[in-house]
């Protein structure tokens, strides 16, 4: 099911580059606060110019359509940051750091054209200007990035190959090979399970479950086949598929999968998609696999948790080391709270795979929930962190 | 007179003051020092002659007392028992119940948690507070802690947080009652939060926000929405009903009756641990109703098991609701309040003159599998020491009529702590060196 935050959706305020913005940390403090009026013609900014640091703009739409608010670099190409998506009357904040400089600030009403009021915006040296991301912190976010890349190649190769022999095993009818194999392939979707989802349909047509279709929409993907699998749990009305409709399935299962690799393939994530790839997952967890609805007939649920939180984990340790560098004690509770949440599922171990979810007393799966909201409250914070 | 709001305005503590900033408030909450009783009897006065807008009276969170206790019954209640995370340290419940502090002094007075609230902060950090309380008033607001005995000595005998040598003796499970139905996710908890307040959504705000802050350190176990008092707490309330029809808490514990309070509510100074010094005892209590048998019983019967007329609230014996009931006066077939009339059994002259603070409410929480509605009242009663309740119950439930129509499913006993000092937090005095 499709997660709160598609990892590579855009966010309201577009993070660009290494050295952009801030994220906004509030009212309070010594930030300067700026105000910019956007209207059809205008881009009125309260000063031109600010001391180098954090700044501020709170940007107010006093126009009738849809505006964006942008600060360009010197060359006035180059953006430094932008909030996009601010509707009429609405106000919306960018933060950002700024090094010493000049700038410009234009507004862009209705979302097109060359932007209007575009006026020069001037930073003067001055001792409080944080210090840029310095070249440790930017090859930290270079690694993460490649580091993530790759992790998701991989994983999807994973998938395909997997994915290759249990259509096999499943047209052939053997249905036994193919139970064995359910569970440990599709643990390589759960893993990358925000990125998949990024793709317009492939999505529902991998992954939707019954009970998300609409009344005569077509089946097709891992839950059609689960049930076939799992005759015995899906109740005494239910007929098991034909061969050609096994052999559709599964060849449409391994073309779905064929695209999916072809669509990750050179992809690249800025600091505030990863973070929000690895709340996305756990929202995944915390959503349709705690409750025991994602895998209805197989039971295999906490394989799928398994791999959410592997995604989630590897996710967080990309950007492990700038949240220590910037606050310490939310990487000291995220590495706590990851570790506990991995004891939890070490401790439901049984073969190759893990107890069924039916398998699991109400005390147990009370036990899950509360350490998935112990591990979302923090991990929730990681966005904002990082970018901040 | 003070204005309701004012009674809080003392405990405010500044706009953009860490969640852990907590010891920062000792400053500004200089001005509510020992306001206490006082200052719930202050805010009462305003409360009741401001009627119509009652909704926005504050209550002060810092006092001698912690506030929810004496105060004026609120109309709403949610009600949640908590038990501590496996692995959670002493350190983690003394900063969790740091961290219900300055949320709950916020939310009481009605503000939003955390630095930037529900909808200040940064836009891609989940808000601080949930937001469903923006705009309404403190609506009357309090929160009140209470501590179980699995927090000091856990059922298998451990002693998770160093605190078994705190423990007053006579907090324990209570003993089985004859024609208990307990249901163990009904009952216990290491620790419970009464938030009471004259808007519902005020009072469910409190209790998620609160269970939000204690995720990884403290888990729901049980939970219980009230929509209604049955108790009033302050004569300057009428008495309300419960769900059999009849007035409740006639003769409760009243604000204003001089020292009622410290006979039979608060734990006095030299009685068990010197922490519980100011504090109370409460007792929890889910009691079904099986109210579809008691709607087809006659009026007779219903006022012969209750001992009081439907209407007004009389005794049996005569009068009027407020009436001294005369147990010995009898009609042609024995007293007119039968030997086993609630009221009677109840009374403090059948009890060794033991009273109770009741402040229970109203619950229907949808229907059971069989479609009778699941109603009841969620007894909450504060006493001085647990005792009394226990001499009661004993009582009740050995002879009371009314078992034929009720079922006491849930149970409950926690210590309530005294107030907060500004500055200090709730339960502090338990950690002290």
Not at chain 1, 34 to 51: G, I, K, M, N, Y
Not at chain 1, 64 to 76: M, N, P, S
Not at chain 2, 218 to 238: E, H, V
Not at chain 2, 274 to 296: F, K, P
């Amino acid at each position: 099911m499709p997660a709160r935050l598609p990892l590579l959706a855009a966010a309201a305020v577009t993070l660009l580059g290494l050295t952009g913005c801030a994220a906004d940390d509030g009212p309070s403090g010594d930030t300067p606060a700026l105000t910019v009026e956007s209207s059809a013609t205008e881009c009125t900014v309260s000063a031109d110019e600010a001391p180098a640091g954090t700044i501020r703009f709170t940007v107010h739409n006093a126009g009738d359509q849809v505006t964006e608010f942008y600060l360009l670099g010197d060359d006035k190409l180059r953006i430094v940051g932008e909030v996009e998506n601010i509707g009429p009357g609405l106000s919306r904040d960018l933060v950002v750091q700024l090094q010493a400089g000049t700038y410009y600030t234009t507004c862009k009403p209705g979302m097109q054209g060359d932007g209007v009021g575009t006026a020069p915006f001037t930073v003067t040296p001055s001792t409080a200007a944080a210090p840029d991301l310095s070249a440790d912190t930017a090859a930290q976010v270079e690694s993460a990035n490649t580091a993530y890349a790759a992790y998701v190649t991989e994983e999807v190769e994973q998938l395909v190959e997997g994915t290759a022999r249990f259509a096999a095993a499943y047209t052939a009818g053997d249905d036994e090979a193919a139970r064995d194999l359910y569970a440990p392939t599709r643990i390589h979707w759960e893993r990358i399970e925000t990125v998949a989802e990024s793709f317009g349909d492939l999505d529902p047509r991998l992954d939707a479950r019954e009970a998300d279709l609409a009344e005569g929409e077509a089946w097709t993907g891992w839950h059609a086949i689960e049930k076939d699998l799992w005759a015995g749990n899906a109740g005494a009305d239910f007929e098991r598929y034909s061969a050609d409709q096994r052999a559709e399935l599964a060849r449409q299962l391994v073309a779905d999968t064929a695209t999916l690799q072809g669509k990750a393939e050179g992809l690249s994530f800025t600091l505030a998609q990863q973070a929000n790839g690895a709340i996305g997952l756990l929202d995944e967890v915390a959503g349709s696999k705690i409750s025991g609805e994602e895998e209805f007939w197989s039971h295999t649920d906490l394989s799928d948790f398994q791999g959410n939180i592997d995604g989630a984990r590897v996710l967080y340790q990309g950007l492990r080391e700038i949240v220590v560098a910037k606050e310490p004690a939310l990487a000291e509770q995220l590495d706590a709270e990851f570790a506990a949440v991995q004891a939890l599922l070490e401790a439901q171990r049984a073969g190759d795979g893990f107890t069924p979810y039916t398998g699991l007393t109400p005390a147990e799966v009370k036990a899950f929930s509360d350490q998935v909201n112990a591990l979302g409250e923090p991990l929730n914070r990681l966005t904002s962190v990082v970018v901040g | 007179m003070a204005e309701p709001s004012e009674a809080t305005d003392a405990a405010q503590a500044p706009r953009g003051l860490s969640r852990r900033g907590l010891l920062g408030l000792a400053g500004a909450g200089l001005a509510g020092l020992g306001v206490g009783v006082a200052g719930d009897r202050a805010a009462l006065a305003a409360t009741a002659a401001a009627t119509g807008t009652k909704a926005a009276g504050a209550y002060a969170f810092y006092g001698t007392h912690q506030a929810g206790i004496v105060t004026p019954a609120q109309d709403r209640l949610h009600f949640a028992a908590f038990d501590m995370s496996p692995g959670s340290s002493r350190d983690d419940l003394i900063e969790l119940l740091k961290d219900w502090t300055v949320a709950s002094a916020a939310m009481t007075a009605g503000r939003d948690i955390g630095d930037f609230g529900a909808a200040g902060g940064p836009y891609d950090a989940p808000p601080e507070d949930t937001g469903e309380a923006l705009g309404l008033p403190a609506s009357g607001l309090t929160i009140t802690v209470g501590f179980g005995p699995t927090l000091f000595q856990a059922t298998d005998g451990t002693d998770r947080f160093g605190l078994a040598h705190n423990r007053p003796a006579e907090l324990t499970t209570l003993p089985h009652f004859p024609g208990d139905l307990l249901e163990e996710a009904r009952s216990g908890g290491d620790l419970c939060i009464q938030a009471c307040a004259n808007d519902p959504q005020v009072a469910v705000h409190a209790i998620r926000n609160l269970s939000r802050i204690a995720f990884g350190r403290a888990a729901i176990r049980w939970s219980q929405l009230g929509f209604g008092r049955t108790s009033s707490t302050s004569t300057s309330q009428a008495t309300a009903r419960n769900l059999f029809g009849f007035k409740d808490g006639t003769a409760n514990v009243m604000a204003e009756e001089p020292g009622a309070a410290a006979e039979h509510v608060w734990v006095q100074p030299g009685e068990g641990p010197a922490w519980l010094a100011g504090g109370s005892y409460l007792v929890a209590r889910r009691i079904r109703m099986t109210i579809e048998t008691w709607d087809r019983s006659i009026l007779s019967e219903q006022e012969a098991v209750i001992g009081r007329t439907k209407g007004e609230g009389a005794p049996l014996s005569g009068g009027t609701e407020f009436t001294e009931p005369d147990f010995a006066l009898a009609g042609r077939s024995g007293p007119l309040i039968g030997p086993h009339a609630h009221m009677r059994l109840a009374h403090p002259d059948q009890n060794h003159g033991i009273r109770l603070l009741r402040r229970g409410y109203n619950f229907v929480d949808g229907n059971d599998e069989l479609g009778r509605l699941a109603a009841g009242l969620f007894f909450i009663s504060f006493q001085r020491s647990p005792e009394q309740f226990i001499t009661v119950q004993q009582n009740l439930a050995g002879h009371d009529a009314l078992n034929e129509y009720i079922r006491h499913v849930g149970s409950a006993l926690f210590a309530v702590p005294p107030g907060v000092r500004p500055g200090s937090f709730l339960g502090a005095p338990l950690f002290a060196p």
